[in-house]
């Protein structure tokens, strides 16, 4: 009996050794399903969400890209003009800003209404918005509004499927420049407000290129304004790249809102030139480009000496339009000045500088020009750190033998207070 006992309890240890059994193994896998089934759902959303949010960050990245090169460019270049793909004249009750109807011959615009861009495996469509924007009149309670008082731009990046679309818009506003409050009287109003009109942009006629000797340095110009529309000054510039760089860019001084002509003079024989004019508000505080025309001037007809095109430029900030003063009132920089010539010309040539309307010479005034490389005669004015140099526009006149030459050739450059980079203005022409 007793064996009978122990021989029992043998095959009962000997069982509890043997492990699990097929069912149990089976009930422990369903069990493990059961609990592991809704976390495979969050795990799934987890990484969705995190797919989705670097998704959106890309976007993000992409539309203030695209806004920060709208701001990078000069004020009267911000807009589209009209045969551009995806232009629309109007967004919602909102007026595209409109450079043009059509994009002059061989300029790129730097800025497209629709493109697309692949980041990793996802493709991104950026769609750009430039709209006038208004304002009210500048005393609380004004009845006055002003109905082009700056620009905005807004960028829109688009992604997903049709039945999952995904987006972001970022936007921005485009303000002329560190020219002050916006006020506007007497151009962009509209209401019961006193004013001029509205600010238009000049309408440039086909340019005229004289007959020779002229048509060798020469150029007509010709604007009109629309109807209903003023302008506070008018600037002529001119380049020959026709996406008008700072580095090239010339410009005559203001011309007052009643001249519709201009003559452009210096012009190098043989070379093709680009035009615009550009409307001033009065105060300078919003800006109208025409339409850009192109002239080529004449051929040089002898190998006698021809004066072509002279540019005063700071040797820092390369422009060649203005410059800045320091903080403490001397000036920041010096300035280049280049003469470009055809022909066998003698020179040297020495330049003249003077405040605009005084016949007060500024420090170290004359210049000689001592330096003939390729048909360029280069002067550099040692003007930073001196002090003596009157704020405005400044007169340049190339001179031979003490004597202006005929007909004449020079340059008007802006010497500007002092202001910090962030507020200093993108105009070529404006302080």
């Known amino acids: 009996m007793d064996g009978a006992r122990a021989k029992a309890r043998r095959r009962s240890s000997g069982d509890s050794e043997a492990g699990f059994s097929m069912a149990e193994a089976l009930v422990t896998v369903m069990i493990l399903g059961v609990l592991t089934t809704p976390l495979a759902g969050v795990f799934n959303s987890g990484f969705t969400a995190a797919a989705d949010a670097s998704q959106r960050t890309d976007a993000v990245a992409l539309a203030t890209s695209d806004l920060a090169l709208v701001r990078s460019l000069p004020y009267s270049k911000v807009g ?9 004249p109007s967004v919602g009750s909102m007026t595209t800003v409109t450079l043009g109807s059509t994009t002059p011959a061989g300029y790129v615009p730097q800025i497209v209404p629709v493109s697309t861009s692949k980041v990793g495996t996802i493709t ?11 304002a009210s009149g500048a005393l609380p309670g004004s009845p006055t509004s002003y109905s082009q008082a700056y620009k905005e731009a807004m960028a829109t990046v688009s992604w997903g499927s ?7 818009t970022e936007q921005t506003i485009i303000y002329s420049g560190a020219l002050g409050a916006y006020s506007g009287p007497g151009s962009d109003a509209t209401g019961s407000g006193s004013g001029g009109g509205m600010l238009g942009a000049p309408q440039l006629a086909a340019a005229q290129v004289p007959a020779s000797p002229a048509g060798e340095s020469e150029v007509g110009l010709t604007w009109s304004m ?13 380049s020959t790249d026709p996406a008008m760089p700072s580095s090239s860019l010339q410009a005559s001084p203001h011309e007052s809102s009643s001249v519709t002509s201009y003559t452009v003079q210096g012009l190098s024989a043989g070379s093709t030139y680009f035009f615009e004019v550009v409307a001033y508000q009065a105060g300078g505080s919003a800006t109208m480009a025409s339409n850009q025309v192109e002239a080529t001037t004449d051929s040089s007809s002898s190998s006698t000496c021809s004066l072509g095109s002279f540019t005063v430029m700071g040797q820092t ?26 022909g066998s010309c003698p020179g040297p040539y020495s330049v ?39 704020l405005g526009e400044h007169s340049f006149v190339v001179m031979f033998d003490g004597s202006p030459v005929s007909p004449p050739v020079g340059q008007t450059f802006l010497v500007c207070a002092y202001l910090p980079p962030s507020e200093q203005s993108s105009s070529q022409n404006q302080c």
């Open 317 to 342: 900030s390369g422009n060649t339009g203005k410059t800045y003063l320091n903080p403490d009132g001397t000036m920041s920089e010096d300035l280049t000045l280049a003469l470009d010539t055809t």
């Open 352 to 390: 003249m500088a003077e405040p605009s309307g005084t016949t007060t010479a500024d420090p170290g005034a004359p210049y000689v020009l001592p330096t003939a490389s390729s048909g360029q005669w280069i002067g550099t004015v040692p003007s930073a750190g001196e002090t003596g140099w009157a």
């Open 226 to 238: 629309p109807p209903g529309t003023s302008a506070g000054y008018f600037v002529v510039e001119w």
């Open 124 to 134: 991104f469509e950026v769609s750009t918005e430039i709209v006038w924007a208004a």
């Open 162 to 168: 049709a039945s999952t679309p995904k987006s972001v």
């Open 80 to 88: 589209f003009y009209a045969d551009q793909n995806g232009y629309e």
